[in-house]
């Protein structure tokens, strides 16, 4: 039985990575907040997997990660996916000092603290995936925080990357470009939602790095819309 650990799996391209990974040998340890929104994603991957434990913690905080190791407890899991992330979108003269730490605690320091606790315990040929952005490699205006937090979560992954790769276990790097989320529901302004990628095409990429024979790392992978980014 396989155990993988999916955060931010209760909307959006964690729920999607959720339905693509769900399988027969499948344990899907689903974290979210939002408890209604992570039992419908329970109810579309449970028919086709082994079973799913259902995590409820806010990352912003310290104690919400701790709380979710804890519940994890001591078994082993076979990949970690860091995907919950919040996108704070406004001139950096009107961030508060209460957004970017919100940025940085669920963005940076949760999947530093999840990846420093379940990484050694992963085993040969096992992954971790970090879902960053675009945003992870060029600056835009008005996305000075999420991309002050993809930058560093960047610098973070690629450099446990040379840590992890003697013990054989692989970091994915996702870096998609806009995707159709509700992320876009609260960011203000007019957004071409028809012309984002889909959050399934993000999982289909997810899986197919995942698919590739265990020594072989496909590490870096950038999605783009052909319809024309933002
Ligand atoms: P989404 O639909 O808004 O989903 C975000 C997920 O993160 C939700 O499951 C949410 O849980 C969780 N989350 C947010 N704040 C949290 C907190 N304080 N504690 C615990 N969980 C929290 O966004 P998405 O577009 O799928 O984003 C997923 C990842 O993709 C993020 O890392 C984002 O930066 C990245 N990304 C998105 C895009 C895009 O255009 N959509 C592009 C590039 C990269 P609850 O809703 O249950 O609170």
Redesign the pocket.
Known sequence: MRRYLI??????????IAEKLAGEDTVLLL?????V??AQTRKAVEPRCARVILL??????HS?VSDLIAEVGNEPIDLLV??????VVKPFTEITTIEWE?TV???IT?PFLLTQRFAPRLPPGSSIVN?????AKSGFANWSA?CM??FALEGFSQSIREELRDRKIRVIN?????????????IQGKWPRQK??S?KD?ASAVAYALSRPADVALENITLSSLAGNL
């Not at 955060?7 to 999607?16: D, F, H, Q, Y």
């Open positions: 955060t931010g799996a209760s909307r959006g391209i964690g729920r999607a974290h979210g907040r939002d408890t929104a992570l409820a913690h806010d990352l912003a905080k919400g860091n995907n919950a992330g919040v996108a919100q605690g669920v963005n949760a879902i960053l952005s675009v945003a999420y937090s993809k996702i870096y998609p470009a806009a995707t159709d989320t509700e992320i876009w529901d609260s984002m990628i959050p993000i």
